[in-house]
């Protein structure tokens, strides 16, 4: 089956188990014809798909870094932008990028 989409995401977890069973039920491989992957690594998909890739965001930090923002004595004038780390967790869900010549461009 011919999908014409590579990845399906990133979305979160409960979404992307949603998205998931309805693609099988449709008849579509995963990752054979399509990839997904969650943006947030929750474990809602564990049940169904314990190997799917996933952005694990650490929410804790970030949610720290913001009261401390949100606590600033001085807070400055201009919003100031935080950067947070990030993991990206790869599992069975996501197949190997191909590249085909007529959608190839000159990365500037």
């Known amino acids: ?18 998205l998931h069973l309805g693609l099988r039920e449709a008849g579509v491989r995963v990752p054979e ?7 947030d690594g929750l474990t809602a ?3 169904d ?11 804790e930090e970030a949610g720290i870094a913001a009261v401390r923002l949100i606590q600033e004595a001085n807070p400055p004038k201009r919003a100031r932008r935080l950067r ?8 069975g869900s996501t197949a190997h990028a191909t590249v085909r010549a007529s959608s190839t461009t000159p990365a500037r």
């Open 33 to 39: 014809d399509i990839s997904l992957a969650a943006s």
């Open 49 to 59: 798909r314990p190997d799917t890739t996933a952005l694990r965001v650490p929410l």
């Open 84 to 91: 947070i780390g990030t993991e990206l967790i790869v599992g």
């Open 1 to 18: 089956m011919t999908t014409g989409c590579a990845t399906g995401g990133p979305t979160g977890g409960s979404t992307l188990l949603g």
């Open 45 to 47: 998909i564990s049940a």
